[in-house]
């Protein structure tokens, strides 16, 4: 019967000790402690759901949600899930209670845990093992090119996750007569001892089948698995739904209790899955991502500033087109080629944005590694090039031929690349291009200024991508449509510039009804000359208008020289060294080029 009425006692099934075995908490510790647990738990899990996701268009789905589990359901607990388990365990402690916390982590649009149910059965190259991978192996190799993680550590960052060591699962699943519904319990506790016998502490509760050469568990299926499904999880499947559902009991939520924990969460998400978050990118690319607690969804952009996020994204997309073929045009974005010189081989790109709005933000002046799945590996900081003045974000990817050595750079967490772990060949990759990713962000924050030559122009669309200037909209955000004129750059090349941007400062305007904006730039000359004339050549994109040079539409306002003297001159002069503003007038929402013609005078 369906409707969850048809419910039987699931078997206790402990493992027994053989050579060779783990005990739990070896198997609990394969990973380590170098992420804070609600971190840990959701990149682990987020990316095994999107490595299982069915593609043919459509968006795979995870949410997590926060529940706690009444009377009736903890009597289900007590009575069919659990009826045996260690009388000195941790869980024998937990289903005695009358109310437990849980977290309910589901996927849908993915492929659910199919492949076989039993470990020792041979299954051919390409055939699917997500069942026995997440439910009865530790460490699964990572068998899916261009994946982000692997079941069986995944798996165990869940348990990490439960103060009890315990997990439910229930998944459904499209076989070969239709849509079909595994259900299985899983524990891991410290190894123990029944009678004259020891357990390693790993332990299920399905259907025990015995073989001739040892224990075997099955999960239960079909109506009995929909029956259990239904009374203990909060959200069920749809009718067409494929996935996986997994209860986290008793939750190890420390010190800051569940509210802590979910907000660490929120934090952990726009950290690590922003790329699959980005507004309208392909399909292919996209996952729907949310938290519920008790009942209401949990704001996932609280704490995290929309430029910021805005800039990284930019980033992600111009490695994207540059990368299939493309070129890049995003407004700002510096992206370079990361090369290896011995072997000669391209290893990715780095894509850098710079971010005067978030000078003080701990989400800035940091590189984000990604590899294909474009899952956030990590944020990779580089303390001894901060200077104090320019803010910035940045993005690195690998190229896709050398995707599978980076993933072998990984630890079990997925949130570093450790080179020094790898055959040669691919450490050296690995090692080269986190180099080089430290060169060039030397490079586009300390630009060459020496050697003025006469004459030349500088453009501050140029010197954005070093010196903290952006042309900004009324309401101080970054302006689109803006056209740099930047391009994919091998290492090596050099900038030159006679008028250094320090800063930017949009200021208020005398008639705040008049439609534009005003900004202050805070220029340094350079050192190369006694006396330089600095004149600008001011351009303006207004989206759909294309570029306009028309003193009416972009002009200079004003300048203020060392001295402190105002002048609406069309150009100025200046002594080398100086620091001087210029205030620049343009209409809201356009992005601006400035461009500056240095003429050494003496």
Not at 250 to 266: K, N
Not at 486 to 504: F, I, M, N, P, T
């Amino acid at each position: 019967m369906r409707g969850g009425l048809n419910m039987i006692r699931l078997d206790w099934v402990p493992k027994p000790f053989r050579d060779g075995d783990i005990a739990g908490e070896g198997t609990k510790k394969l990973l380590g402690t170098s992420l804070a647990a609600p971190k840990l738990f959701l990149r682990e899990t987020a990316q095994n759901s999107w490595d299982a996701h069915i593609g043919h268009g459509v968006i795979p789905e995870y949410q997590m949600r926060f529940v706690t589990l009444d009377a009736p359901r903890m009597s289900v607990l007590r009575n069919f899930v659990f009826p045996e388990t260690f009388p000195g365990s941790e869980l024998a402690k937990v289903i005695r209670r009358s109310r437990v916390s849980a977290i309910e982590v589901h996927d849908r649009g993915t492929t659910g845990l199919d492949g076989p149910t039993r470990n020792d059965v041979h299954v051919g190259k390409g055939e699917p093992t997500n069942f026995r991978d997440f439910i009865l192996t530790v460490g699964a190799p990572r068998d899916l090119e261009y994946g982000g993680g692997t079941y069986g550590f995944g798996k165990t960052a869940a348990f990490r996750a439960s103060q009890c060591g315990t997990i439910i699962v229930w998944t459904r699943i499209r076989g070969g007569e239709g849509f079909e519904e595994r259900f299985i319990a899983i524990s891991i506790i410290p190894n123990f001892s029944m009678g004259e016998k020891r357990y390693t502490g790993q332990q299920w509760w399905g259907r025990d089948q015995r073989l001739k050469d040892g224990m075997n568990v099955q999960p239960i299926e079909g109506d009995a698995a929909h029956g259990l499904g239904t009374k203990l999880f909060e959200r069920g499947f749809g009718e067409q739904e494929t996935g996986t559902s997994i209860m986290i009991l008793d939750p190890a939520f420390d010190d800051g209790g569940q509210e802590g924990f979910v907000q660490a969460t929120a934090d952990a998400v726009a950290r690590n899955l922003w790329p699959k978050m980005i507004p309208g990118q392909p399909v292919d690319k996209q996952m729907k991502i949310s938290l519920i607690e008790n009942g209401h969804p949990v704001d996932l952009a609280a704490g995290w500033d929309d430029r910021i996020r805005a800039s990284r994204e930019s980033c992600l997309t111009a490695i994207r087109k540059v990368q299939s073929g493309q070129k890049a045009e995003e407004a700002f974005i510096d992206v370079s080629e990361i090369r290896c010189g011995n072997p000669k081989q391209l290893l990715g790109h780095l894509a850098i944005a710079p971010c005067p709005f978030g000078s003080d933000d701990e989400l800035v002046n940091s590189v984000t590694l990604m590899r294909e799945p474009e899952l956030v590996v990590c944020e990779k900081e580089y303390p001894d090039l901060q200077n104090g003045r320019d803010s910035w974000v940045a993005v690195f990817k690998p190229i896709r031929e050398l995707d599978n050595a980076f993933a072998e750079a990984e630890p079990p967490t997925h949130d570093d690349w450790k080179p020094d772990s790898l055959e040669r060949r691919k450490g050296t990759f690995v090692r080269v291009a986190l180099r080089r990713i430290k060169e060039d962000l030397k490079d586009y924050l300390n630009p060459v200024d020496d050697d003025v030559q006469p004459g030349e122009r500088v453009s501050t669309g140029r010197l954005a991508a070093s010196l903290d200037v952006l042309a900004v909209g009324a309401d101080g955000d970054l302006a689109s449509g803006m056209p740099t004129g930047r391009r994919s750059r091998s290492r090596g090349s050099k900038r030159r510039a006679s008028v250094e941007v320090l800063s930017q400062e949009l200021l208020p305007m005398p008639d705040a009804s008049d439609g534009r904006a005003l900004t202050r730039l805070e220029l340094r000359a350079s050192a190369g000359a006694n006396l330089m004339t600095v004149t600008p050549d001011l351009a303006v994109v207004v989206e759909g208008s294309g570029v306009i040079k028309d003193a009416e539409q972009v002009r200079v306002d004003s300048w203020t020289t060392a001295e402190g003297e105002v002048t609406a001159a069309e150009r100025l002069q200046v002594h080398g060294g100086d620091v001087f503003y210029v205030d620049i007038s343009y209409p809201e929402n356009a992005a601006v080029n400035c461009t500056f013609r240095s003429e050494v005078t003496k």
